[in-house]
T-cell receptor
Framework: AQSVAQPEDQVNVAEGNPLTVKCTYS??????LFWYVQYPNRGLQFLLK??????LVKGSYGFEAEFNKSQTSFHLKKPSALVSDSALYFC???????????FGTGTRLQVFP | KAGVTQTPRYLIKTRGQQVTLSCSPI?????VSWYQQTPGQGLQFLFE???????NKGNFPGRFSGRQFSNSRSEMNVSTLELGDSALYLC?????????????FGPGTRLTVL
C-alpha cells in the first residue's frame, strides 16, 4: 500500500535560518508528490508538486522541495525562514491503486523572531 | 480567478440532525473532492465528483453523501449526525480530476455536533 510519513510533529527554526520539513513516501510506481500549507482556520494552500523530471521542485512563497528516489524522500525547504511561514505543513502522495491523495499527519512549523 | 468557496463557514448541529455543505469550485474546474479533517484522524478523503458523477469514494458510512450539479458546484450531506462527525470539512477542486491533478482547497466548513 502507498503511504507517506512526516516524522516530525513540530519543527522550530529562527527567522532568517534555513528550514527543512521532512517527508518520506512509499509507492510502487512513479510518485506524484505534493506539499500543502494550512494556516489557522484556513483551508490547504498548494505549494508545489513533483511528477517527474528535475529533482528540485520550486514552488510558491520561496519554498522548494528535493525529490530523492533512493531515500524515498521529498523534503520541503526554504533558504531563509520568515515568521509568517509558521503554519501546518502537509505532504501528500497519490495512491496509484485507488487514485486518492494520501496525506501525512502534518508538521507544525514555528519560526521564532 | 476566484478560488474555491465553501458555505457556510461554521455550523453547529445536534446529534441526529442532518446537514448540507456547499462548495463552488474554481471556474473551469470539473472535479470536486471532499475531505474530512480531524485532530485524531487527520485528513481523510470522502469522495470525488467529476461531471456530475461520483468518481471515487473513501471509507465513510452511507450517512455521508454528495452530489455535483451541471455547473460543477457540489454539495455534501451528512445525515443522522454523530458527535464524531465534528470536523473541518474541506472541498477541493481540480481541472481534470484524479489524485495526480493538483487540487485547490477551499477554506472549509467547521461543523460542530453537540
Amino acid at each position: 500500500a502507498q503511504s507517506v510519513a512526516q516524522p516530525e510533529d513540530q519543527v522550530n527554526v529562527a527567522e532568517g535560518n534555513p528550514l527543512t520539513v521532512k517527508c518520506t513516501y512509499s509507492v510502487s510506481g512513479n510518485p506524484y508528490l505534493f506539499w500543502y500549507v494550512q494556516y489557522p482556520n484556513r483551508g490547504l494552500q498548494f505549494l508545489l508538486k513533483y511528477i517527474t523530471g528535475d529533482n528540485l521542485v520550486k514552488g510558491s512563497y520561496g519554498f522548494e522541495a528535493e525529490f530523492n528516489k533512493s531515500q524515498t524522500s521529498f523534503h520541503l525547504k526554504k533558504p531563509s525562514a520568515l515568521v509568517s511561514d509558521s503554519a501546518l505543513y502537509f505532504c501528500a502522495v497519490r495512491d496509484e491503486d485507488t487514485d486518492k491523495l494520501i496525506f501525512g499527519t502534518g508538521t507544525r512549523l514555528q519560526v521564532f523572531p | 480567478k476566484a478560488g474555491v468557496t465553501q458555505t457556510p463557514r461554521y455550523l453547529i448541529k445536534t446529534r441526529g440532525q442532518q446537514v448540507t455543505l456547499s462548495c463552488s469550485p474554481i471556474s473551469g474546474h470539473r472535479s470536486v473532492s471532499w475531505y474530512q479533517q480531524t485532530p485524531g484522524q487527520g485528513l481523510q478523503f470522502l469522495f470525488e465528483y467529476f461531471s456530475e458523477t461520483q468518481r471515487n469514494k473513501g471509507n465513510f458510512p452511507g450517512r455521508f453523501s454528495g452530489r455535483q450539479f451541471s455547473n460543477s458546484r457540489s454539495e455534501m450531506n451528512v445525515s443522522t449526525l454523530e458527535l464524531g462527525d465534528s470536523a473541518l470539512y474541506l472541498c477541493a477542486s481540480s481541472l481534470n480530476g484524479g489524485a495526480a491533478d493538483t487540487q485547490y482547497f477551499g477554506p472549509g466548513t467547521r461543523l460542530t455536533v453537540l
